[in-house]
């Protein structure tokens, strides 16, 4: 019998079940994580949790201020959260202590449990708890770990599962079935189950992950690494803090497939695995600026420096348009300067104003700046540090010429012989999702009619914003009414038609 923090662990004679006492401080983290992570969440549902022998709290917050981030170190203690509540209006609290089940509590996986000593744990000093699953694949563990939760007197709380840990995560995909908390302590590495994890994981729940392969994530084999996390991992003297990020970069790509993104909580490198605690949440947005969060890392191997090269940048106001400079014509600038280059150009067949050529970039930028000496923008408009006042404040190594040549334009348009495919019928493109009971609704047939081929024929007069409905009348803002220059009508006929 093994005891470990408030838990009394029974192991059969034999070493068939999995057991590191090593990770002693790997368990004492997680039961401290999961118990400020309830403390939380469960606040939000009117429960209040009893830690024994809890008096004061020492806690440790990141703020971001306006002129960078600060670390802020508060002392809190229960009776100043408890005059605070009182202050804000009185409320009711239920109290949920450890070894209870508390319905309003967490539902906790832990999906490769081996002898459930870790579970045992949670059930004995997380208080706050709603169930506990110690899953594992192997009958020998799944015997053992029903047995050790009778032992502890936490069968209540704690069912043992026989099963693959990837599958019980994916049946628990639905949004009702989906787990608050997810550990997953493997041996070795923890890929094959991060897809499954981050689907299965709640709504702002908490993922536990730990790493033992080490050796891979360290540089000692970057394709092994590639192969399982997505990232070439390299020899250096901070490759255990690279093998923090290799994880985050992997469970953040992960869970952006299922719009989805990673909030790391804490994240440690100790004796010979790594750890990390991160709430996983919705929201496409957020997604979206997920290039800004990932960098390819050039490492020197003479004097060991490096280099962040980010993927991505968030912009604020969406500007791409470099130069602002006027757009030059197809021929004469795309066709005939690079011909005169000296260098092969040819149109593209997936779009009309796009050109294939061996040109460097170097060589186009050059024609942008002979270009705009003809073209002038307006100097004092651009800031220094925009890359259109930069690009334009280097001077071109070639001189370009801008005569149309008569190879410039191929005899195939000069006959204007059809290069798109033209659609067969009217609103040709993608078709209605599938929905029970088959057809199509009358009104997104007429909004698809309505606007089919709007970018090639743009609005040159006002009066035929009339044929467009006015969108903020729809969300009843709109305060303009028969003023408004688009139509009320779509609005008005909608209305008699619930009326009838």
Same mark, same amino acid.
């Given at each position: 019998?093994?005891?470990?923090?408030?838990?009394?662990?029974?192991?059969?004679?034999?070493?068939?079940?999995?057991?590191?006492?090593?990770?002693?401080?790997?368990?004492?983290?997680?039961?401290? #994580?999961?118990? /400020?992570?309830?403390?939380?969440?469960?606040?939000?549902?009117?429960?209040?949790?009893?830690?024994?022998?809890?008096?004061?709290?020492?806690?440790?917050?990141?703020?971001?201020?306006?002129?960078?981030?600060?670390?802020?170190?508060?002392? /809190?203690?229960?009776?100043?959260?408890?005059?605070? /509540? &009182?202050?804000?209006?009185?409320?009711?609290?239920?109290?949920?202590?450890?070894?209870?089940?508390?319905?309003?509590?967490?539902?906790?996986? &832990?999906?490769?449990?081996?002898?459930?000593?870790?579970?045992?744990?949670?059930?004995?000093?997380?208080?706050?708890?709603?169930?506990?699953?110690?899953?594992?694949?192997?009958?020998?563990?799944?015997?053992?770990?029903?047995?050790?939760?009778?032992?502890?007197?936490?069968?209540?709380?704690?069912?043992?599962?026989?099963?693959?840990?990837?599958?019980?995560?994916?049946?628990?995909?639905?949004?009702?079935?989906?787990?608050? #908390?997810?550990?997953?302590?493997?041996?070795?590495?923890?890929?094959?189950?991060?897809?499954?994890?981050?689907?299965?994981?709640?709504?702002?729940?908490?993922?536990?992950?730990?790493?033992?392969?080490?050796?891979?994530?360290?540089?000692?084999?970057?394709?092994?690494?590639?192969?399982?996390?997505?990232?070439?991992?390299?020899?250096?003297?901070?490759?255990?803090?690279?093998?923090?990020?290799?994880?985050?970069?992997?469970?953040?790509?992960?869970?952006?497939?299922?719009?989805?993104?990673?909030?790391?909580?804490?994240?440690?490198? #100790?004796?010979?695995?790594?750890?990390?605690?991160?709430?996983?949440?919705?929201?496409?947005?957020?997604?979206?600026?997920?290039?800004?969060?990932?960098?390819?890392?050039?490492?020197?191997?003479?004097?060991?420096?490096?280099?962040?090269?980010?993927?991505?940048?968030?912009?604020?106001?969406?500007?791409?348009?470099? #130069?602002?400079?006027?757009?030059?014509?197809?021929?004469?600038?795309?066709?005939?300067?690079?011909?005169?280059?000296?260098?092969?150009?040819?149109?593209?067949?997936?779009?009309?104003?796009?050109?294939?050529?061996?040109?460097?970039?170097?060589?186009?930028?050059?024609?942008?700046?002979?270009?705009?000496?003809?073209?002038?923008?307006?100097?004092?408009?651009?800031? /220094?540090?925009?890359?259109?006042?930069?690009?334009?404040?280097?001077?071109?190594?070639?001189?370009?010429?801008?005569?149309?040549?008569?190879?410039?334009?191929?005899?195939?348009?000069?006959?204007?012989?059809?290069?798109?495919?033209?659609?067969?019928?009217?609103?040709?493109?993608?078709?209605?999702?599938?929905?029970?009971?088959?057809?199509?609704?009358?009104?997104?047939?007429?909004?698809?009619?309505?606007?089919?081929?709007?970018?090639?024929?743009?609005?040159?007069?006002?009066?035929?914003?009339?044929?467009?409905?006015?969108?903020?009348?729809?969300?009843?803002?709109?305060?303009?009414?028969?003023?408004?220059?688009?139509?009320?009508?779509?609005?008005? &006929?909608?209305?008699?038609?619930?009326?009838?």
């Amino acid at each position: 019998m093994k005891l470990e923090g408030k838990a009394a662990i029974l192991f059969p004679s034999a070493n068939e079940v999995f057991y590191n006492p090593v990770q002693e401080f790997n368990r004492d983290l997680t039961c401290a #994580v999961i118990t /400020e992570f309830a403390r939380e969440q469960l606040a939000q549902r009117g429960v209040r949790i009893l830690v024994p022998g809890e008096r004061d709290r020492v806690v440790v917050r990141l703020s971001e201020e306006k002129n960078g981030t600060e670390h802020q170190e508060a002392s /809190e203690q229960p009776e100043k959260e408890q005059q605070h /509540e &009182e202050e804000g209006g009185k409320k009711e609290y239920i109290t949920a202590s450890v070894g209870e089940r508390c319905e309003q509590g967490l539902r906790v996986l &832990e999906g490769l449990a081996a002898s459930g000593l870790r579970s045992v744990r949670f059930a004995l000093e997380v208080p706050g708890l709603k169930s506990i699953t110690a899953n594992d694949y192997s009958a020998k563990a799944a015997a053992l770990i029903a047995r050790n939760a009778q032992h502890n007197n936490v069968s209540h709380i704690l069912q043992a599962s026989q099963r693959d840990a990837s599958m019980v995560m994916y049946e628990a995909r639905g949004k009702k079935e989906r787990y608050d #908390v997810i550990d997953l302590d493997p041996y070795g590495s923890p890929s094959p189950f991060l897809d499954a994890a981050v689907q299965a994981v709640s709504e702002g729940g908490l993922l536990c992950i730990t790493c033992t392969d080490m050796a891979v994530m360290a540089g000692n084999s970057g394709e092994t690494c590639y192969s399982k996390y997505g990232s070439m991992s390299i020899k250096s003297k901070y490759c255990h803090e690279m093998a923090l990020r290799i994880i985050l970069h992997s469970l953040d790509q992960r869970a952006a497939v299922y719009q989805r993104y990673i909030e790391p909580l804490l994240s440690v490198s #100790v004796d010979f695995y790594i750890r990390v605690f991160v709430r996983v949440k919705t929201g496409q947005a957020v997604v979206k600026n997920s290039a800004s969060k990932h960098a390819l890392l050039y490492n020197c191997v003479g004097c060991g420096a490096f280099h962040l090269q980010r993927m991505g940048k968030k912009m604020s106001q969406g500007k791409h348009s470099t #130069v602002h400079c006027n757009t030059p014509p197809m021929l004469q600038f795309s066709r005939s300067a690079l011909l005169h280059a000296g260098y092969r150009v040819s149109l593209s067949h997936a779009c009309k104003n796009a050109v294939k050529t061996n040109a460097p970039a170097g060589v186009l930028w050059d024609l942008i700046r002979c270009w705009e000496k003809s073209n002038p923008v307006k100097r004092e408009r651009l800031s /220094e540090t925009s890359p259109a006042h930069r690009i334009l404040s280097a001077e071109p190594t070639l001189q370009a010429c801008f005569e149309i040549r008569e190879d410039a334009n191929p005899q195939s348009r000069k006959r204007h012989l059809t290069r798109f495919q033209e659609n067969p019928q009217a609103n040709w493109g993608p078709k209605a999702r599938a929905k029970a009971g088959g057809g199509i609704s009358s009104e997104l047939e007429d909004k698809r009619k309505q606007f089919q081929g709007k970018r090639k024929k743009p609005i040159t007069d006002s009066s035929q914003l009339k044929s467009l409905p006015c969108k903020k009348l729809r969300k009843g803002t709109c305060t303009y009414g028969d003023k408004c220059c688009y139509s009320h009508e779509l609005k008005q &006929e909608t209305n008699e038609e619930k009326m009838d």
